[in-house]
């Protein structure tokens, strides 16, 4: 049976495949913030946070693992 993988974790484990930079999704940084990712976004966009785009999706993006971090801490 087929384990059931979230669009964004697929993105994220093939944009770690193939970097060296470490990311979250944004449901993952709002979960280490306590925000929705309604509300992630709308923060990442506030306080000019690194997107990083995936192809082909305009809409959807990573965050760089060491930005959240240095919020986080």
């Given at each position: 049976m087929n384990k059931f993988t979230d669009w964004n974790q697929k993105a994220k484990e093939t944009f770690q495949a193939t970097s060296k930079e470490e990311v979250y999704t944004v449901m993952e940084a709002g979960q280490l913030l306590g925000l929705t990712k309604d509300q992630m976004k709308a923060y990442v966009d506030k306080h000019g946070l690194t997107k990083v785009p995936i192809m082909r999706s305009v809409h959807?993006?990573?965050?760089?693992?060491?930005?959240?971090?240095?919020i986080v801490g």
């Open positions: 959807r993006y990573l965050l760089l693992k060491s930005e959240i971090e240095a």
